[in-house]
């Protein structure tokens, strides 16, 4: 007897027909037409099944706070880190928990069930810090959060974020974060990356930084952060985030820079909401990009996730915790209109992400946690063609959360009574 059972479920690879059995907490089998009775049972009627949506980058600080102080007129990077910088001395804790919480419940309800949450340490209060530590607390029973001690301001460039960093790491925030690109000269940003590399090294901590996150061809800190990788041994620990720049580096650069990211196992993570509204805003016609070199990179076999970076925040007035949002953009901007290209923009919101957070009992197979997400969809591609409803979502075994399918009625001569939007 399981104590949970879903029946005929399509699987990201392809598998259809496939029974999952649950029993506490993790999967006890998979495969066609499993025998034995369950207390309780799914019906996916061939619909995917997938474990859960996974964010590598985000800034849950700042969720939820659009239009306070007041809006980005601008909707430029800029405007939105001295928005930013506005809106801090009037934040309280209770405020930034009570709009994290609620952006948790958005999360749970799309099926993202783990987050990579980088937090603001150059305010001297860690007001954030604290905030976000208990956040991380109160959902930990239905959502993995990963704190990175973050400095907006600068490491190097902010008086106090050396100190505040190392305070925030002590009170329990799990990953060391930067943002050399915004230090005062291209040194000072390239002996930030390797003071934090050095830290993290002596911590035997993971690191996360905002790296070349600018369309300036010459913003290269992405190099130094591999060679310190390498130099630390701090293979597959350490991701770069944003990396833009590479959209603007000349081709004979990268073809020198990807094997040496490769060779440090460096991981990615690109922002595709953010990034294609960010950057280019210096161009006229023809106009960049600005997301990173997304096809190139899984190619060299880098590890390369979405991320959602902001929703409702400073610096984007968009948003609903769907992160097949990301997997959307991304797979449009990165010209990824293969089948296989598609397949692995879905990697890049599960899996991917999955291993970058280097989270324990992820995956579908027997001995893994049933954290698991049933959407109305059939394969992986169209779940983002249509961002698709998530029937059920389970975490450790139980239902968390579930939407009803959607469906349209239809009042034409002669047509169907409904419509669903596939093609069967």
Known sequence: MFDLAIRNATLPDGRDGIDIAIQGERIADLGPGLEGDAANEIDATGCL????????????DSTLSYGKPRTNQSGTLLEGIALWGELKPLLTQEEIVERALRYCDWA????????????????????????????????????????????????????NAAANLERALDKGVDVIGGIPHFERSMADGAASVRSLCELAAERGLMVDMHCDESDDPLSRHV????????????????????????????????????????????????????????????????????????????????????????????????????????????????????????????KAVTENPAAILGLDGYGLAPGCYADLVVLQAQDPVDAIRRRARRLHVLRRGRVIAKTAPLTTELNLPGRPAQVDYTLS
């Open 49 to 60: 099944v997938t474990p859960p949506f996974v964010d590598a980058h985000f800034h849950m």
């Open 108 to 159: 749970v309800g799309q099926g993202l069930l783990a987050i990579r949450s980088h937090v603001d340490i150059c305010d001297d209060r860690l007001l954030a810090v604290d905030a976000l530590l208990d956040v991380r607390e109160r959902v930990k029973p239905y959502l993995d959060l990963q704190l990175v001690a973050f400095p907006q301001d600068g490491y190097l460039r902010s008086p």
């Open 223 to 346: 190099e130094t952060l591999a060679f310190e990788t390498k130099r630390l041994g701090l293979n597959g620990r350490v991701a770069g985030s944003h990396l833009t720049s590479m959209h603007s580096m000349d081709n004979y650069y990268v073809s020198k820079l990807i094997p040496l990211m490769a060779e440090a196992e460096l991981r990615v993570v690109a922002n595709p909401l953010i990034n294609i509204t960010l950057q280019g805003r210096h161009d006229t016609y023809p106009k960049r990009r600005g997301m990173t070199r997304v096809p190139e990179l899984m190619d060299a076999g880098l590890v390369v996730a979405f991320g959602q970076d902001c929703i409702m925040d400073p610096w984007y007035a968009l948003g609903t915790a769907d992160i097949l949002d990301a997997a959307y953009m991304g797979l449009n901007v990165g010209q990824m209109t293969g089948q296989d290209a598609m397949r692995r923009c879905f």
